[in-house]
């Protein structure tokens, strides 16, 4: 297969489809991004990388942060944690906080805000540097140590963060969070602030198309039963209220961030990122709902 022609053909489709959406503007720092960046990286799980477009930009990978996060918490809570976050599907937008109140406090799945607080302050009782932890498994998945959160991003975040602190609050409220919700914001903002190129992403993201190995280090990270499962739920969960249509159009396991950043995996065969800073109304990429779109149409593969 000549993944590089065809990535290359996609993104020249897609760019004469007048697709713009629009940047997030409910994070300030957010709306300065450029809406014409578009760059897709496609690494197989033998190592070899496709690329086109801007593929060497960082951005913030935003809600993508709550993959990495669930792998890190699941192996060591095991199925503890699925009775402080379900699996299943909200249909709901990613920051709502509608279903928590008549579900008693406890997230549908770790993809949405409430459930991915949830994940992070597991993460931050059992670490004293939470975020210093969650960098140090997103570095050695990527091979490098040059990955950090943007300052500005996460600042400005947090200077607008009431909804997710009254998710936290509330949740709080049914002894569904131990941290104090300060200091769990303030976690969960700098790791969505955390900035990647899309060939550090995709390199990262090989960890759930390689059988939750670390290809760089070989290191088993995560069981085959944990990365099937940790594949479902983005299958199912990962584009919130659009999680339907994605598998629908795209069918394959991944996750979207108001970054314009779209995550996926062919399971044995590639992880593949798309970012273009647009979003549609509910959150996700345009031109990466797109571009993936047309990559399983033309492939002729997915996970169907
Ligand atoms: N940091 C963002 C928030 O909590 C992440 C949301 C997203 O990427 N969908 O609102």
Request: aromatic content about 8%; overall charge neutral.
């Amino acid at each position: 297969m000549d993944y590089q022609k065809l990535i290359e053909e996609i993104h020249a489709e897609v760019e004469q489809m007048n697709l713009h959406g629009q940047v997030a503007t409910y994070i300030p720092e957010l709306a300065k991004m450029d809406l014409h960046k578009f760059g897709i990286s496609l690494i197989t799980t033998q190592g070899e990388e496709f690329k086109v477009g801007h593929t060497n930009d960082k951005f913030s990978i935003q809600s993508i942060s709550k993959v990495f996060t669930l792998a890190m918490v699941f192996p060591k809570e095991k199925d503890n944690l699925w009775k402080r976050v379900g699996v299943e599907p909200s249909g709901n937008a990613f920051n709502s906080l509608a279903q928590l109140e008549y579900e008693n406090g406890v997230p549908r799945n770790p993809l949405i805000n409430a459930g991915a607080l949830v994940v992070t302050d597991l993460l931050r009782s059992k670490e004293p540097d939470a975020l210093g932890a969650i960098l140090g498994f997103i570095n050695r998945l990527a091979g490098t140590n040059q990955i950090i959160p943007n300052k500005d991003i996460a600042q400005s975040e947090l200077n607008h963060s009431s909804r997710n602190k009254a998710l936290a609050h509330f949740m709080k409220s049914f002894g569904n969070i131990t941290s104090p919700v300060n200091e769990l914001i303030e976690t969960y903002c700098y790791q969505c602030a955390i900035e990647m190129t899309a060939s550090e992403l995709a390199q990262a993201f090989l960890l759930f198309a390689n059988h939750g190995i670390n290809s760089l280090t070989e290191q088993q990270l995560l069981t085959l039963s944990q990365t099937k499962r940790i594949n479902a739920i983005m299958q199912t969960c990962g584009f919130y209220d659009e999680a339907g249509e994605f598998a629908f159009k795209v069918g394959l396991p991944g996750k979207s961030g108001v970054g314009g950043g779209i995550a996926a995996v062919l399971p044995n065969q590639f992880s593949v990122v798309v970012w273009s800073p647009g979003l549609n109304a509910k959150g996700n990429s345009l031109k990466g709902m797109k571009a993936l779109e047309l990559l399983t149409t033309k492939l002729g593969h997915s996970v169907f």
